[in-house]
């Protein structure tokens, strides 16, 4: 049976952990598996992630064949599960997988006989992000021996109901024992979520005192209008009525910032719309660890790469 990684939801803290001490020690991986190959199957623009499992690859001493979508044959119609195929029938070792559509990851995983890992699927999950976001937690608040989260509140704050970097966050952090508050806006953090075990709320302002962590997420504007109004029923939805109304509410500005209590990161997956859910004077500022979160994404792609391959 392939190790998958399609998702933390329903993964099990002891696995989570055994990625993450994996992660902490991935030195040890270095240059362990010569003549291995993965396939990064790109559907979706990235920049940290592809970059990021591509070098964590070639530290293990594995290759990878890249294929974007605009240059491979899905752009003439072929499914990505014929696609996944070809590449199985190449004899790669594994698929990294990112794609517009929720569960396209676990599609391909039923249809081919290699470890399969998600790199986000829609507004599904994107698993190896929520490892880092873990893993960064963690070394911020010293956390790095055992991974237990409890007594720490994490705040995710945005676009909450589109996006696969809060549900696979949440999924990971809940299980490590963290506080999770979800905050926006009604339709981007709709009380629903509170199933997933989270406090819901639309106050900004309350939270930023009391947390240990504030997730800022981004607009995902490509799945959205732009603002203007459209009588096609295709059309893409609108969003926000106006993002100087978001950044007053929503926005991480330096004032709030400057509320946050000591040794509380500032944190986002990337990329950022400055100035809108983030100021720039935050974004890098003293509490952020943006870049230490795209470090340490190399050391558990190191890891979950490690396990498809010992797998
Ligand atoms: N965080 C993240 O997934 O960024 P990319 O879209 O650049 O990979």
């Known amino acids: 049976m392939p190790f998958h990684l399609l998702g933390l939801q329903g993964v099990a803290a002891a696995e989570l952990r055994r990625l993450l001490h ?54 003439k119609g072929e499914t990505i599960v014929d696609t996944a195929r070809v590449l199985e029938a190449n ?46 937690i963690a070394e911020s608040h010293g956390r790095l021996d055992t991974f237990d989260l409890s007594g720490l509140t994490v705040a995710i704050v945005g676009d909450i109901a589109a996006s696969r970097v809060a549900r696979s966050a949440i999924a990971g952090l809940t299980t490590l024992g963290a506080e999770v ?9 709709p009380a629903s979520l509170g199933t997933l075990g989270v406090r819901v709320t639309d106050e900004l302002d309350d939270v930023i005192p009391a947390a240990d962590a504030i997730m800022m997420l981004r607009i ?17 939805p609108n969003v926000i009525s106006s993002i100087r109304e978001y950044r007053t509410f929503y926005g991480l500005t330096s004032e709030r910032a400057d509320r946050m209590k000591p040794g509380a990161v500032v944190m986002h997956p990337g990329p950022i719309n400055r100035g809108i859910e983030l100021d720039a004077e935050v974004a890098d500022g003293p509490r952020s660890v943006i870049l230490k979160q795209v470090a340490n994404g190399q050391r558990v792609r190191m890891a979950a790469l490690a396990s498809a391959l010992a797998g």
């Open 220 to 236: 995902q504007f490509e799945r959205y209008g732009d603002g203007t109004k459209s009588a096609d029923p295709a059309a893409k």
């Open 22 to 75: 994996s992660a902490r020690r991935s030195d040890d991986l270095t240059a362990r598996f010569p003549g291995r190959v993965f396939a990064n199957l790109f559907l979706e623009d990235s920049t940290r992630t592809r970059t990021s499992f591509a070098l964590a690859a070639r530290k293990l001493g594995a290759d990878t064949v890249d294929l974007v979508g605009s240059a491979s044959s899905v752009n």
């Open 91 to 136: 004899a790669v070792d594994g698929i990294i997988i990112r794609a517009r559509h929720a569960g396209a990851a676990a599609m391909v995983a039923g249809a081919v006989g290699c470890s399969v890992i998600n790199a986000g699927d829609g507004r599904h999950e994107h698993p190896t992000q929520g490892l880092l976001d873990l893993y960064t």
């Open 181 to 189: 508050v979800c905050v926006g806006p009604p339709h981007m953090a």
